[in-house]
């Protein structure tokens, strides 16, 4: 027959399911568990320990006052003293009290401890009974005692309770049985009936004990794997952190390597987090825990509007950042600051400050923009040599004797416009000051003459800083200028090509006429023409427009090709000329236009054309494919290594000539096409774009920085 | 072989040990003072005829002598007592007489043993000042009873408790029942426990 759950139940307690149930067999969480229940059953014994010794304390005021109140005085006759109970409870109490309260306080949650707190417990239970004469009322001291030695959770501490009670009632029970019983000749077993009830209280203390015993342990145990998780979690963290501080202290390194000074501020104002020593160094201060306005010394920001402004992101950081200083003098430094927002996530933290220390290159500009100043007047001077020679004649007429002031001061006057014109501001103030100096202490000679004196040392003092460009005759009536050295000066500049006016100024300045330019293509064609024994009349040059020739100089030399091959393959020999009813010398023309852009330079002969069969056969003889139309066809002279000629002479035939000038013509984004008829000659046209001198400089200039 | 010792378990044993002993010699002294009977009255055969207490005659007369004051004769009266209820006859006399010095009469004549004599009401209450009749009986410790038969021969002398001041089963409240319910004749000796009810010197005299 199968008995219902709930009465199998009855008989299955928990404390057997604790012995069933699994512990953990972690080496490291036994160990742990095994620490933590000692150190707690620790702290439970000593708690027990202080219980019972304040028990102990309690127990002995009450025997010496139940001693009293039931036999205060004994008698001989007529004297009186104490009651030998008093002294009994006074000596017992204080005996039974002393021990675990000395021990206690030598080794508290001591072993010894308990069980000599047990023996105590139950003497005292012995002395009441028997100060209370053996009443059985007096008996439950016994009882509520065994609840407090399970206090221990210690199954042999209730045994020796109990064996302390069976044992006290025995011997008085033997000996003394009113003490113990109350009355003087009990069953010689009563001492066993007594230790049976205490021995049924032991049964369900003892299953307390041992149950929460099991509990301390599965807590212990909980604990145990609670805090081994904990340390696997605190090494990953120490890990952690360790990686942390290496990337700090890498961060560190990269940031203090910097010569920018970056630095975080929050919204207040303060400077948070890390500071790289460069920030120190550029700023000459320790910034820690300062706040930006009291480091900056920046009284025109409004800082608090403008962080929180930042911080709200009302409108457009980048916005908001250019109204935040870009650039400050701090400490007789130039400092640049660069901002930038600081993300976690999603959220605007702080601030980024990027201090960048730029008092060299600042310096370096200041020096460079004066020189440039100097410079650009220097290019005006030569761009208006007269205006500034004309400067020297205004001086010389200041000399003039017995000069009336009226001229004094118009001459001044226009020698400032001049100077001023002339982009000499320091020598045009001399001359205002000069003007003001009449004004406030009246004209005279004498000041006339100091006057003169500062002005022509100004000049000259100019002249001789600027000689190595500028160089004066005597009679100052001559100015020279050394191109080289201009150059040099006007790649120093570097910034001129910004300066449109001056670059047209210098343009101007070093602009010629083309038959100027081209004597030299001129003797070179007639030379050719000797040489061939061929008539040629000098070349005509048609032309409106004048050109920087140092700018296209290479592109003018690759241009003997070009006439050479005119003489040698175009022009026909006298005889032949005057055979085919052409004059006997003959003609090249070359005629050059611009537009706003490019040149066009144009070579005509009236030769006798280029041979189209020659080229076509040159072409089958090369393999090569023979383009259709007669425009295609003549242009395949300009092919590099491509010749119509038949035989390669010191002037021309290698087919390299023409391609050069092509390759040249590239350079200025331009090109050449070739225009012949049979017979009557060819026109070649080349277009090229216009290159300011200035530009052609800084060409140069930057094609050196390459190669170095 | 160097052998350690635990000092901290050696100093708690050495503790132990004086302190059992303490423990126990106080427990032997307990005993001693719990179980030590006091002075039996050497009153050998009958009723003293130097006496001025009126024995009744054709009764049993039951007399005990308690010191007011002690404590430990306040079971000897409840065992008195006890007999006074247990007897089926009314032919017993029954009388207790208190020592009550002149000097200590005020504190004494009101003590919880009188008062409780007193309500017990059937008992003769005698207060003996000279202590005249004590020293006829020779009670010199409290508690001490006498039974005598109604031919004045004495029949119980000793105690009707077993120890100082406990209440129960006692050979003398036995024997006296038993006399007295049996009506027989014979004789019994037991100690008796309580305070001495004489001063010294008046017992030396």
Known sequence: MKLPSSIKNLFYLDFFRFHKRKTNTNPEIIKIKESKFKDEYQKLVEDCDKVFVLLMFIQWAFCIFIAYAITPMTYIGTTEKLHFHVYMAIYFGGALTLAPFMLYLYNPGGTLNRYVNVICQGLFSAMIIHLTGGRIDTHFHVFGSLAFFAFYRDVKVLLVGTAVVAIDHLVRGVWFPLSVFGIAHPSQWRWLEHAAWVVFEDFFLVYACLRSMQEMKITAESYAEVEFQKSIEEEKVKDRTAELDKEKKSMELILNSVDQGLVAVDFEGNFVGNISEACKKILQTDISGKNIKDVLLDTKTDWEELLGMIKEEAIPLDSLFSLLPSELNLNQKYITIEYGPIYEGDNLTSLLLVFSDITERKLFEDQKNQEIVKNQALVKILSAKSDFMECFDLVESLKVTHIKEVSVKRILHTLKGALAYLDLKDLSQLCHDCESEFIEQGFSEELLNQCISKIETGLNSFIEENNKILKIDKNRKVIEIKLEELNETIKDIGQVSSNYDLVAKLDNLMMTNLEDEFNWLNEAYLKTGEKLMKELNPIQFVSDSKIISYVYNDLFKSLLHLVKNVVDHGIETPDIREMIGKEANGNLKITMSEDEKFYNLEFKDDGNGIDLEKIKSKLTEKNLPIPEGKNDLINMIFKDEFSTADKVTDLSGRGVGLAAIKEELEKFDGSIICDSVEGEGSTFKLKFKKFSYAQKVLEEKSSEKMAS | ?205
């Open chain 2, 1 to 205: 072989m160097q052998i350690k010792v635990n000092k901290s378990v050696t100093t708690q044993f050495i503790f132990i040990c004086i302190w059992s002993i303490g423990i126990i010699s106080g427990l032997v002294i307990t005993y001693e003072y719990s179980l030590g009977s006091g002075e039996k009255s050497q009153l050998k055969s009958s009723w003293p005829n130097e006496s001025s207490l009126k024995f009744n005659p054709g009764k049993y007369n039951l007399v005990m002598f308690l010191h007011p004051e002690c404590t430990c004769s306040k079971a000897s009266l409840f065992h008195f007592k006890e007999i006074l209820s247990e007897i089926k006859h009314d032919n017993l006399d029954s009388k207790i007489i208190f020592t009550m010095p002149k000097e200590k009469e005020k504190e004494w004549i009101n003590s919880a043993l009188v008062k409780e004599v007193k309500e017990a009401g059937s008992i003769q209450l005698i207060f003996d000042q000279s202590s005249e009749e004590f020293k006829r009986f020779d009670a010199k410790t409290s508690g001490q009873a006498f039974l005598f038969s109604p031919s004045k021969d004495l029949l119980f002398n000793g105690g009707i408790t077993d120890s100082r001041g406990h209440i129960g089963y006692n050979q003398g409240e036995d024997f006296i029942i038993n006399t007295l319910n049996k009506r027989g004749l014979a004789s019994k000796d037991v100690d008796v426990f309580g305070c001495d009810n004489l001063n010294k010197t008046i017992v030396n005299k």
